[in-house]
């Protein structure tokens, strides 16, 4: 007999749509922000995943492989910020800091420009979240051994 676990998991996936293959993730949340939310769903295949150049994983971990911007990223998952608000909730002491990592978190596609400050790319929430939750996990997982 399938365990509660099993059968939760085997529900929701009936719910969200078709059951994921094997060798393969689903990927799925939900993001709310100041009024506004989105659902996201994705199922990506293993030889998806292989079949990517490693450079190109290489410069999306890069733009999040830096603690300083991590705090970026967090800082901006509460909503827009202006580089002095950043400062304060980030820590930086100086503007050039702030920036750097504003401008670097930018090209890598992350963080826009909103009016007078940053925001995190909305059609990009997603993939951050999915980011750090797996790391999340990862993290979990070391602690568990």
Not at 17 to 39: E, P
Not at 49 to 66: D, H, L, M, R, T
Not at 87 to 105: P, S
């Amino acid at each position: 007999m399938k365990s509660l676990e099993e059968r939760v998991s085997e529900l929701e996936r009936k719910i969200n749509g078709a059951a994921v293959s094997k060798n393969a993730i689903s990927i799925s949340g939900n993001w709310t922000q100041n009024n506004s939310s989105a659902n996201f769903r994705d199922d990506i295949s293993l030889d998806a995943i292989k079949s990517v150049n490693p450079q190109e994983y290489a410069s999306i971990f890069a733009a999040c492989g830096n603690a300083e911007r991590i705090k970026v990223v967090i800082a901006l998952l509460d909503g827009p910020k202006t580089v002095k608000g950043l400062m304060e909730q980030v820590d930086f002491n100086t503007t050039g800091k702030a920036y750097h990592h504003l401008n670097f978190l930018e090209k890598a596609g992350f963080v826009e420009k909103r009016g007078n400050g940053y925001a995190l790319k909305s059609s990009r929430v997603s993939a951050l979240l999915t980011l750090l939750g797996g790391a999340k996990a990862v993290l979990r997982k070391m602690q568990e051994n």
